[in-house]
């Protein structure tokens, strides 16, 4: 790893101050910047420790949202009574995440800045559009099988690694900034951008902005909720597909319905097309995969992805299938 | 938490750290860029804690920070001034290591460190009520001899209170 200076700062002030030294970055859980730095991936030269900030509590908001500070704790979030009671999806995301000791490390915001796992991202002697801009993609014509077939582009088509954004992005979740001009709030789903012809920019945040919180609106679908994640071990995986799911089911027939994906897509997949047939259709088989077809037909695969396509409708009829029995 | 009244400023070269490492004050002259798994090991002289992948994945280095187990090597020392630092070596004739023996939870030993810091804490988390939760909440430390069926009996028997 190459030298770096450090800063530890105690209040927002502080590190958005420090934050303006283009070549800092700022440093919470560090299960991501820490490796980035160590494979030569991240190159900032100083890092701008903000674990002391007063940004780590976890509030129930009236009429049963969240906020969710940008430095509370994957495990401690999951741990919290009244998240395991309304958001059952979101605690599930959460457990079936990493490792134990991981969890305890990395904060909330940390988590939506992670970095993908593509090896050839992670390898700096490769070409990735991602890490060098026009440098080509080693993926396209070599190991990809768990690469994306949702929002991909030519020029990348690394998976979003995250399985509690995909949870929150279903519930119309909402992030929060604030800069050295000001704060700003936009729906976590514009969060991510797809990577189009410019893979480098992954997120509309401007350099030295802090995230300062997640908040989860009120919703009482999610009490029915499920995340259920499909991956080649039992545990401590990454996702080959996920599906977080909330629904509300009246006389067999769909009032309500949250679906986003997991393991398939550049960004955390906000199954619309999907939500959109279901509403206020039957709660039947049928249904479901019309509803699952209809999603994954503008899928795009390659030679060794290609399985995810039938895998992603499969785990949407079950997912479903489930939430709308329970 | 709340955060120090004064900005702590390091590096990039050597500095001197003040860690508190199993109730004990040390004093590590490190740059900001050394690992607490490195520092623990190459400055400090505590070669319990082991390194395995050094990138997060198998727990070989597995310490716990303010009471909570992390993995070291993705842990900067730097950023441990002024928390609680305890490693394998600040265990003194604990249960679980009773039972990592008597039962024979290991083969080469080497990564059994972390499985004994991490199976501590699974403990106390409340998540060792059976093998299958065991198995799911301890899968951040991997064991390459896959000793796994002794090292979830002797978690059951410590949970049990079969050694005290």
Redesign the interface.
Known sequence: ???????????VA?ALAEGADPDSRF?AG??TE??M???GVARE?R?I?I????L?TIEDLPGGGLRLGALARM?DVAATPSVRERFPMLVQALELG?????R??ASMGGNMMQRVRCGYFREAGMPCNKREPGSGCAAQGGFHRGHAVLGTSEHCFATHPSDVAVALVALDAVIHLQGRYGERAMPLEDFFLQPGDAPEREHPIEHGELITAIEVPAAPVARTSLYWKVRDR???EFALVSAAVAATVTNGVIREVRLALGGVATRPWRARAAEQMLTGGPAISDAFEAAASAELAPAVPHPQNAFKIELAKRTIVRVLERVSAA | MDGPLEKIERGPEPAKLSLSVNGATLVAEVEPRASLLDTLRETLDLTGTKKGCNQGACGACTVWVDGRRVVSCLTLAVACEGREVTTIEGLVEHPMQEAFLSCDALQCGYCTPGQIMSAVKLLEEGHAGNDAEIAEWMSGNLCRCAAYPHIRQAIREVRDGEHQ
């Open positions: 790893m190459h030298a770096m200076s450090y800063a530890r700062v105690g209040d502080s440093l560090g299960t820490v490796d730095l160590r494979i030269r890092l420790d674990n002391d900030l007063p780590n495990s990493a490792s134990a000791q991981l305890n490390m039992e545990s401590y």
